[in-house]
């Protein structure tokens, strides 16, 4: 079994769009109809697999992102991933060394949403592993 991807209800699809595609997402895909309301689906370049999925339903805004408690994006290069995201109009918080080369930042979706954005050591697997937690 495998995790496929994250389904987060938003309440603007236009203003959730122009800030997942300014992080780095782009567009896979579209499901117009559903049961849940329209889906929108994201990747994330060099991602052969889509990871997340904007689900937008006007009826249905947005009113508690308690049950998130963030998602986790990772960067090869912190310093010019939030430079980036600061040309775009999108504020993240000042990086934090972690040690060992590894570094975090923080931003907020237009719902809420709290996005980690995460720096790798060199030679790091793609993601995180239970060697991570070997003590």
Known sequence: MRMLHLGL?????????AFYTAVGYTVAGRV???????????????????SLEL?????????????????????DDMAATVADLAAKGLAAEPPVDMGEGMSTSWLTDPDG???????????HPEGMTAADFVE
Do not use: C, K
Request: glycine share 6%; proline share 12%.
């Open 9 to 17: 209800r938003v309440t603007d699809l236009d203003r959730s769009l």
């Open 32 to 50: 117009p109809e559903t049961p849940f309301g329209s889906l929108t689906m994201l990747q994330l370049p060099g991602d052969p697999f889509i």
């Open 113 to 123: 949403y709290r996005i980690e954005l995460v720096q790798w050591p060199s030679g």
């Open 55 to 75: 689900v937008h339903d006007p009826a249905r805004p947005v009113t508690d992102t308690g049950a998130v408690n963030h998602l986790v994006v990772q960067t």
